[in-house]
C-alpha cells in the first residue's frame, strides 16, 4: 500500500466485493432480459473495469457490448487545477443511437462524474435510455443524478474518501475509506 | 472527480517554444495525448467543451494557410474561442514593436497565443512578456515544433516505434525550421538521424547536433526506414544557392525510379507541404503508397489539440490579476 | 588653490614603468608631488601632515586601492551630432570618466559623419568633462568611394581616420588612404569585414545552426585583415585593425608584425570575455559586428592580449536607444557600450587569472593607444594633469546602471572584479 494510505480502513474484502458484484449483475440482468440487447459503457478507469466484469458475468444470458468512456475533457473543475490529469481514449466501437445503454461507475458521490459522462454520452449518438449502475453509492450529492442499481450504499464523512481498489490498477482488491 | 496523483500530469513549462527545450517524457506525453484526441475528430460531433470561455489568438506575421487552419481547427475542436491577428491588419506595418505587441495581446486577457514570426527567438520575446502559454508556430528559420511532433506521431503509428529507426531529412536543411525541429525531436526518441542536401544548403557544423551529413541522394537514402523531403524554395536558386531547379531535380528529387534503385523496399515518404510537385518529390511518389503526407496532415490536428490541452494556458486574465 | 592628498596608493603607471607605494599630491589641475612611502620618508611624510592641516584640502585614504592613470579609449563612438538621445558627447565622457578614462577616440559615423572640417570642429567645442579625440572619415559620407579632406580634418584635431561601421570594400581606395596618409603620419583605422561574406547576424557556427540564424564567417573578418595587412606592407603604411575578433584575424596580425609590417590592432573587452552562446538567451545585448565568436577565438584573443599581439583593450561603446534594442535579434542593431565595465572585464578575465599583471592590462588601456595615435599624455608624475582613477582592484561588483544614456551592456548581471572607485580629470574630483 502506498504511504498516503496508512490511515485507510479497508471495509470491504475482495470475497465481499466479488459477492456484492454478482448480485449487482443479477439485478441488471433481470431489469434487462427483456429487451435483449444492452450496451455496457465504463467510465475510466475503474468504473470500466468494472463494466468489463459485469459484461463477463452477463456472458451469453443476454446480447451485451462493451464501450468505456473518458470524461476528463469534460470535467467541470479543470479550470482549478493546473496539472493535467492524462487523456485517455473514449473507445464506444458501436452506434448508440436508438440502445439501451448502462453508465458503470466504480463510487457515486457528487454526481458531477455521471453529469460528464452524460453530455459526452449526447455529443457521440442518441441513446434510447441511460442507466446508470455504481458499486458503492456514498451519497451527499451535488447534482439530481439517482442511480439505477447500486451494489452497496454507505455513510460516510464528508471529509473521508471511499476508493475501490482493482487488481487490474491497484495490485489489491478492496474498498478503503482513506481520510483526506 | 479527484483523479490519483499518478493520473496527471503536464508539460513542465508555460510555452512550448521548440523541440529542443523538451525532455523526452514530454514528447511521448504530447503523443499519448495527441492520440486520444485522434478519437474525437472521428465522432459525429467532433468537439470537446475542455476551453469553453478560453481564448486563443492567432498571431502570424507570416502567411500560413496550412498551419494557421491546423491550429484553428484544433482550437474549435476543443471549444476554444480564437482571434485572429494576420500581418497585413496589425501594427507591424506601422512601426509597433513586437514587444508593444505582446503589450496589447497580454492587455486583452488571451489564454493562448499561437505566433508564426520570421525572426528566430520571436516566440521567446512573446513568451516572455505575456502570462499566456505561447505556441511557437514557426519562428525564422529556428524552429516548428508542432510539425515535429505530428512527425513523430506519424512515425509511431506507422512504425509503432523511434528506436533504430533510420531516416533522412533531404532538401534544403539550411533554411527549415522543421528539419531542427525534427532533427532535436527524433534524436532526443533515439532515431538515427542523417541530412542530405547540397553543400550550400547545409549549414555550418550541423553534425554537432547528431546527424550524419550526406550529399549524395543514393547513398543517403540507402538502407532507410523514412524519407523525410523538404520544400525547396525557388528564391533560394536566385540567392546563389544552387544553380537551377533543373539541376536540383537530376540531384536530389525523390523519384519512383530513385527509390526502385537504391531505397529499401518499406521506406516511407513524409513531407510537411506544401510539395512542389515535380520538384522535390515526384508527383506518384507523393500520391503513392509510400507517402504518409495525407496522415500527417490529420495528425496536426490532434498534436495540437493535445498541446492546448497540455500547456497551462494562464489565467486569462493578464498581468497582476492571475497568477502564472 | 584645491589640494587633494592621494595616501597609502599603490601608484601602477606604465607610463613612467612605476609600480610602487606612493602618496600622490595634488594641487588644481596638474599632481604636485609623487612622495616614496619608504620608512624614513614615511616620517617626513607624518610632519609634511601636520603642516599640511591648516589648509584646505581633502585626503583620501587609498590603502589597498591602486592610483592608475586615466585611460584611453581608442574606439568609442559618441552619437553627437546626430542621435543625441542614445548618446552626448557629454553624457559619453561622463560614462568615460566613471569607467575611469581620462581620454576617447571617438569614431566618425555620427550624422552627419565627420568628413568635414565643421564637424570636428563641433564636436572639439562641444561640452565634455574629458578629453575627446575625433577619428575623421577615410571616404565622403563613409561611402567607400572618394577620400574625404583628410588633411583638413587632421588639422582641426583628429588623431586618424577610419570609415568604422562600414568596411572599405574597395580595395583600390584602401590603398590610397593607406598611401596618403602617410604624410600625416596617422594610422588608418580598419573595421575589417567582407560585406560580400557578413550578411548574418551572428557568428557563424554550431550556435548560429541550431538557432537558426543566418551567420557571419570568421574568413569575413580575416579575408579583409589579410587583404589591409598586404595593402599596408605594399604602401608602407601605418594599419590599425579594429575590434580583432578571430583567431584566424589575431594570426595573421601575429605574422605581419612579425615581418615588419607596421599594423597595430584592438580587441574589445566583449570579444575577449564572452561567446557566441551567450545568444541562445536571444538577448540583443549580445548582438555586436563583429559577433561574439567561438571559445577558440575567445581563447586566441587573450593569447594574443598576453603576448602583444593585440596591442590594446578598445570599447567599440555603441549606445543603442532602447526602442531598438528591443527587437527581434535579426531585426536590432549591432552595437553595446563598454567604456564604464571595460576596465573590470580586463581585471576580471586576464589579471585575475594570473595571464597578466596589471601593468601590463594598463599598457593596453593607455601607453598603447597613446603612441599608435601619438597623443601628449604622460601618465603621473610632477607637474602633469592630474588625470588618474583610484581602483578597487579586488572589489566584486554586478553592473546594473550606467551613466551613458543608453544601457545596452552585455555585462548587466554578470559579476565583475574591480571598480574604479574615484575619477580625476585635470584634478577634478569624481566619486562614483
Redesign the interface.
Known amino acids: 500500500m502506498d504511504k498516503g494510505y496508512k490511515n485507510a480502513r479497508v471495509l470491504m474484502s475482495e470475497d465481499e466485493m466479488g459477492k456484492i458484484l454478482e448480485k449487482l449483475t443479477e439485478e441488471i440482468y433481470e431489469k434487462n432480459k427483456a429487451e435483449g440487447r444492452l450496451l455496457v459503457v465504463g467510465i475510466k478507469r475503474r468504473g470500466e473495469i468494472l463494466a468489463k466484469r459485469i459484461v463477463e458475468l452477463l456472458g451469453t444470458k443476454i446480447d451485451v457490448a462493451f464501450g468505456s468512456l473518458d470524461i476528463t475533457l469534460y470535467r467541470d473543475d479543470l479550470t482549478s487545477i493546473d496539472k493535467k490529469p492524462i487523456v485517455r481514449k473514449t473507445e464506444i466501437p458501436f452506434n448508440i443511437d436508438d440502445r439501451s445503454l448502462l453508465l458503470v461507475d466504480d463510487v457515486l458521490f457528487t454526481g458531477r462524474t455521471i453529469r460528464a459522462a452524460l453530455t459526452e454520452l449526447v455529443d457521440l449518438g442518441r441513446p434510447k435510455r441511460v442507466e446508470l449502475a455504481v458499486f458503492i453509492d456514498r451519497g451527499e450529492r451535488e447534482l439530481p443524478i439517482c442511480p439505477d442499481f447500486v451494489g452497496k450504499s454507505l455513510e460516510v464523512d464528508k471529509s473521508e474518501m471511499v476508493e475501490v481498489r482493482l487488481h487490474e490498477i491497484d495490485e489489491e482488491e478492496c474498498v478503503l475509506i482513506v481520510p483526506r | 472527480m479527484c483523479p490519483d496523483s499518478s493520473e496527471i500530469k503536464g508539460l513542465k513549462r508555460k510555452d512550448l517554444l521548440g523541440i529542443l527545450e523538451l525532455e523526452r517524457e514530454e514528447i511521448e506525453l504530447i503523443l499519448s495525448t495527441a492520440v486520444s484526441f485522434k478519437e474525437i475528430l472521428e465522432r459525429p460531433i467532433k468537439v470537446v467543451p475542455y476551453l469553453r470561455g478560453k481564448t486563443v489568438a492567432f498571431l502570424f506575421f507570416e502567411p500560413s494557410t496550412r498551419t494557421l487552419n491546423s491550429f484553428s481547427l484544433a482550437a474549435r475542436r476543443l471549444s476554444c474561442d480564437s482571434v485572429s491577428v494576420s500581418a497585413s491588419s496589425s501594427s507591424v506595418l506601422k512601426g509597433e514593436t513586437l514587444l508593444d505587441t505582446a503589450k496589447n495581446l497580454e492587455a486583452m486577457k488571451l489564454n493562448f497565443v499561437v505566433v508564426r514570426h520570421s525572426s528566430p527567438g520571436a516566440s521567446h520575446i512573446l513568451a516572455k512578456n505575456l502570462t499566456s502559454s505561447v505556441v511557437n508556430a514557426g519562428d525564422g528559420c529556428r524552429e516548428h515544433p508542432t510539425q515535429a511532433l505530428l512527425d513523430l506521431l506519424t512515425i509511431k503509428e506507422h512504425f509503432g516505434k523511434f528506436d533504430e529507426l533510420k531516416v533522412v531529412i533531404v532538401g534544403d536543411i539550411e533554411h527549415s525550421r522543421v528539419a531542427r525541429s525534427n532533427i532535436w525531436g527524433m534524436t532526443k526518441l533515439g532515431m538515427d538521424v542523417s541530412i542530405c542536401g547540397p553543400p550550400t544548403l547545409i549549414p555550418r557544423d550541423i553534425d554537432k547536433m547528431g546527424v550524419r551529413v550526406y550529399y549524395n541522394l543514393k547513398e543517403a537514402i540507402k538502407g532507410k526506414d523514412i524519407i523525410y523531403v523538404l520544400r525547396i524554395q525557388k528564391e533560394r536558386q536566385a540567392a546563389g544557392l544552387f544553380p537551377s531547379t533543373r539541376e536540383y531535380i537530376k540531384l536530389y528529387s525523390i523519384t519512383e525510379e530513385v527509390l526502385e534503385k537504391y531505397a529499401k523496399k518499406k521506406v516511407v515518404i513524409m513531407h510537411p507541404g506544401p510539395v512542389n510537385r515535380g520538384v522535390e518529390l515526384a508527383p506518384s511518389v507523393a500520391d503513392g503508397m509510400r507517402s504518409l503526407i495525407l496522415p500527417q496532415v490529420t495528425n496536426g490536428v490532434a498534436v495540437r489539440m493535445a498541446c492546448f490541452y497540455l500547456l497551462p494556458g494562464g489565467t486569462g486574465e493578464g498581468r497582476g490579476m492571475g497568477q502564472l | 588653490m584645491s589640494k587633494l592628498i592621494i595616501k597609502n596608493a599603490r601608484v601602477i603607471d606604465p607610463f613612467t614603468d612605476t609600480d610602487g607605494a606612493f602618496d600622490v599630491l595634488i594641487e588644481g589641475e596638474r599632481v604636485k608631488e609623487m612622495r616614496g612611502r619608504g620608512k624614513s620618508e614615511e616620517r617626513k611624510g607624518k610632519r609634511e601632515k601636520g603642516r599640511m592641516k591648516r589648509k584646505e584640502r581633502r585626503v583620501i585614504n587609498a590603502r589597498g586601492l591602486l592610483v592608475i592613470p586615466g585611460l584611453v579609449d581608442m574606439h568609442t563612438h559618441l552619437r553627437e551630432p546626430g542621435r543625441e538621445d542614445e548618446e552626448t558627447i557629454l553624457s559619453g565622457t561622463m560614462s568615460a570618466l566613471k569607467g575611469g578614462y581620462q581620454a576617447v577616440v571617438c569614431m566618425a559615423n555620427t550624422e552627419p559623419p565627420v568628413d568635414n572640417l565643421g564637424i570636428v570642429k563641433y564636436i572639439r567645442e562641444a561640452e565634455r568633462v574629458c578629453d575627446v579625440y575625433p577619428v575623421g572619415a577615410v571616404t565622403k559620407g563613409l561611402k567607400g568611394v572618394e577620400l574625404s579632406e583628410i588633411g583638413d580634418l587632421v588639422n582641426a584635431g583628429c588623431v586618424a581616420v577610419s570609415d568604422d561601421g562600414m568596411p572599405i570594400m574597395n580595395s583600390f581606395i584602401m590603398r590610397r588612404a593607406l598611401e596618403y596618409c602617410k604624410q600625416f603620419g596617422i594610422p588608418v583605422i580598419s573595421h575589417t569585414e567582407d560585406l560580400n561574406l557578413s550578411s548574418g547576424v551572428m557568428n557563424?557556427?554550431?550556435v548560429?545552426?541550431?538557432?537558426?540564424?543566418p551567420?557571419i564567417?570568421s574568413c569575413a573578418e580575416e579575408a579583409m585583415v589579410a587583404r589591409d595587412i598586404l595593402l599596408a606592407r605594399f604602401t608602407e603604411s601605418k594599419l590599425h585593425i579594429a575590434h580583432i575578433s578571430t583567431k584566424g584575424s589575431i594570426e595573421l596580425v601575429r605574422r605581419a608584425k612579425k615581418e615588419g609590417v607596421n599594423v597595430t590592432c584592438e580587441a574589445t573587452p566583449h570579444h575577449l570575455s564572452l561567446t557566441d552562446e551567450c545568444v541562445r538567451s536571444?538577448n540583443t545585448n549580445y548582438k555586436m559586428n563583429p559577433p561574439l565568436r567561438t571559445e577558440v577565438d575567445r581563447k586566441a584573443v587573450i593569447e594574443g592580449l598576453v603576448d602583444d599581439t593585440i596591442d590594446m583593450i578598445a570599447t567599440d561603446h555603441a549606445p543603442h536607444a532602447d526602442?531598438e534594442k528591443?527587437?527581434?535579434?535579426?531585426?536590432a542593431p549591432s552595437g553595446v557600450i563598454g567604456l564604464e565595465t571595460a576596465l573590470a572585464c580586463g581585471i576580471t578575465y586576464l589579471v585575475k587569472p594570473g595571464l597578466m599583471d596589471m601593468k601590463q592590462l594598463l599598457r593596453k588601456f593607455t601607453v598603447n593607444p597613446t603612441r599608435i595615435l601619438s597623443l601628449s599624455i604622460r601618465g603621473i608624475s610632477a607637474g602633469e594633469y592630474a588625470n588618474l582613477a583610484i581602483v578597487d582592484p579586488t572589489c566584486e561588483w554586478i553592473p546594473q546602471k550606467f551613466l551613458s544614456k543608453s544601457k545596452n551592456s552585455p555585462f548587466i548581471g554578470k559579476k565583475l572584479y574591480g571598480k574604479v572607485l574615484y575619477t580625476l580629470y585635470k584634478g577634478k574630483l569624481y566619486e562614483w
Open positions: 557563424e557556427g554550431i548560429s545552426t541550431e538557432l537558426g540564424l551567420g564567417p536571444f526602442f528591443e527587437l527581434e535579434f535579426d531585426r
